[in-house]
């Protein structure tokens, strides 16, 4: 059992032995795109001014400004489909248990139609 | 249960455990990005050829320096305080089970209903069949209903132990002649393991935890068997 549980885990890389990428919900967008920003930061500063190490500088406040936006607004789209899929999971087992019964919302419809004979 | 050398927790089977496992990569991605700061601020002043001997204050960097941490510590301390209070929310339990420590074995009671108690003790490698995990698995493991909130009265009967089962994010201390209230709700079916979190003597490290989530009728039936059985 042990043995299924590493072959179907992925090895993640863990960025400076600590972020494990690859089974961190986000986090490898959040690092990619952050690479991306960054040498685009850097990229375009160093054509406008020409300077190298200001160029560095800006590339990385690149990277810690695109890392974090992406990484937050990841996290926030999560946790909205997270709430939606609770509420779906609840409103798919009251429905299993109410149907119905009385407290069986759709079943007002049904209610107000004439039950006696015409 | 813990695959070898794992270093991370271990997949959430509550809904506690999985805000603790979001809030966990929220402030690991924090600590990431600082440590990846400081490492680039090292590699600046140890490669620069600048030098100013004349530099006396700064304002803009001070005050740089004093609103960043407090920002920073603001969105660790916001979802941190959120799951705090989530933990201690009255969720009603449908069950109560009273985990009592020993040396060096649990003993549960389900007495909600009629007077079930039985000990579980720790199985032996030489008597483990194949597929079992040495020094984890019980000879009666502690059944709850899945997607049912749980109430676990902790205490002990001798010295301090501690009840733990990372998987549902649960872990309090038993104290004897005190009564530590935890709750849990098991998400999914399966077989969770922990092991005594307090030292408690010679064998400690051999008086593990097993919680078993079933369905409901499954919980009655095994309930049933057990009645009988005592």
Redesign the interface.
Known sequence: ??GE??ET?TKGLK??G???VQ?????RE?ILHGAGGSVAAGLLYFLATSRVKRS??VG?AG??VT??GS?FYC?MNN?KLRVQQRLIQEGIKNKVAYEGTVMDPTRKGKAEAPSGPS | MA??SQL?FQDAASPVMEELL?FH??A??I???I???V??IIV?MVTTNLTNKFILDSQEIEIIWTLLPAVILILIALPSLRILYLMDEINNPHLTIKAMGHQWYWSYEYTDYEDLGFDSYMIFTQDLTP?Q?RLLEVDHRMVVPMESPIRALISAEDVLHSWAVPSLGVKMDAVPGRLNQTAFIASRPGIFYGQCSEICGANHSFMPIVVEAVPLVHFENWSSLMLEDA
């Open positions: 059992m042990a549980d590493r885990q960025l400076l600590i972020l494990d089974n961190t919900p986000c986090a959040a560095y500088d990385f990277f810690m890392t974090l990484w996290r946790a | 695959h070898p991370g979001h990569d929220h690991l991605m600590v990431f990005l440590s990846t700061f490492l680039y600046a597929g995990f």
